[in-house]
DNA sequence: CTCCTAAACGTTACATGATAACAATGCAAG
DNA sequence: CTTGCATTGTTATCATGTAACGTTTAGGAG
């Protein structure tokens, strides 16, 4: 079973705000992800090359996505690359092996916290008042028979409870 | 109530596909969707200015998502403007008074089949094969108490009935 | 260990998508 | 009429993303 933040958008709503919006042991979470995306490459065979790692490693930050452009700008700074492809093909890496996340409004790049979970459908739900972004799992209901999901995109914009709290 | 395909992500998988994907009385469909736009923007007072219903005329054409560009150059043949924001506006209006949806996945708009149903949580069933899109009602069950939901992205992509069934 | 191959990387050039800013025009209310 | 605001026209530029090609490198086959 996911362990996932304990969410789901099948069961009733959570209790606790997703980790992404309360404060929390960031270097653990950055360190679990890590861990996460080693072993998973090292079981898979996929090659966690510098640049992918580094660039997994700029995404963990914070838990609000970057776009490419500034991944890049990162990389170039550190005189891992500074051509447009570098960022993207590190990126394509991460997002094809499960440990990132494209947010299609924004056009933009999330770590994903927890790579291991069962991660079929992920939902995201972006904060516009911090910028920070949860991963939830999300189960389409109701799909119309004889339509063949084979991928979703599902965002939620809105505002998380702190931001409403504090509007400032 | 809506109306809207009968169909929601709620209940359970309705047993016909979308129009979009079914063969059907086209020019209906289009004139429909001209007149709930005609009476929406008289009910508003937005202005629904040549350039702009000649966009919406043009998404209407098929239930398929036309890029910005797409539509600018159709504009552009028919002497309705030449320049990207001159497509941009009239797209941003159309999107903005709920006759047009974007698509994130795709960077494209489609016409609203239904302008006039409420429409506050529109979810796209795009099909790989044909490029048809649908459009159906979706409510996301189970947001995480404290999380306030102002917009929702929701996109499925596959294969439509007809596509899976004879996947050329 | 050496050779070979497939993957990864570096770079150029370009394609595609989107908007800021400002001037000119139209239109409707007072 | 005239004033004010929405709309349009245009320029210029920014942002995002990728095709294509040659070079390098890692890792397995022999």
Same mark, same amino acid.
């Given at each position: 079973?996911?362990?996932?933040?304990?969410?789901?958008?099948?069961?009733?709503?959570?209790?606790?705000?997703?980790?992404?919006?309360?404060?929390?042991?960031?270097?653990?979470?950055?360190?679990?992800?890590?861990?996460?995306?080693?072993?998973?490459?090292?079981?898979?065979?996929?090659?966690?090359?510098?640049?992918?790692?580094?660039?997994?490693? &700029?995404?963990?930050? !914070?838990?609000?996505?970057?776009?490419?452009?500034?991944?890049?700008?990162?990389?170039?700074?550190?005189?891992? !690359?500074?051509?447009?492809?570098?960022?993207?093909?590190?990126?394509?890496?991460?997002?094809?092996?499960?440990?990132?996340?494209? &947010?299609?409004?924004?056009?933009?790049? &999330?770590?994903?916290?927890?790579?291991?979970?069962?991660?079929?459908?992920?939902?995201?739900?972006?904060?516009?008042?911090?910028?920070?972004?949860?991963?939830?799992?999300?189960?389409?209901?109701?799909?119309?028979? !004889?339509?063949?999901?084979?991928?979703?995109?599902?965002?939620?914009?809105?505002?998380?409870?702190?931001?409403?709290?504090?509007?400032?």
């Amino acid at each position: 079973m996911s362990t996932k933040e304990n969410l789901s958008f099948r069961q009733d709503a959570a209790s606790t705000p997703p980790r992404a919006f309360r404060p929390h042991d960031h270097d653990s979470c950055v360190a679990g992800a890590m861990q996460a995306a080693e072993s998973l490459c090292a079981e898979s065979g996929a090659r966690l090359t510098p640049v992918r790692r580094r660039v997994l490693e &700029i995404l963990l930050e !914070g838990h609000r996505p970057m776009g490419a452009y500034d991944v890049l700008a990162r990389l170039d700074a550190e005189g891992l !690359g500074s051509k447009p492809p570098v960022a993207y093909r590190a990126l394509g890496f991460l997002v094809d092996n499960g440990l990132a996340h494209r &947010i299609e409004r924004l056009n933009a790049f &999330i770590a994903c916290p927890r790579p291991t979970d069962d991660n079929h459908a992920p939902a995201f739900l972006i904060c516009r008042g911090c910028g920070s972004v949860a991963e939830v799992s999300a189960t389409l209901p109701g799909i119309p028979k !004889g339509f063949r999901v084979e991928r979703t995109t599902v965002e939620a914009e809105g505002l998380c409870a702190a931001c409403t709290d504090s509007p400032e």
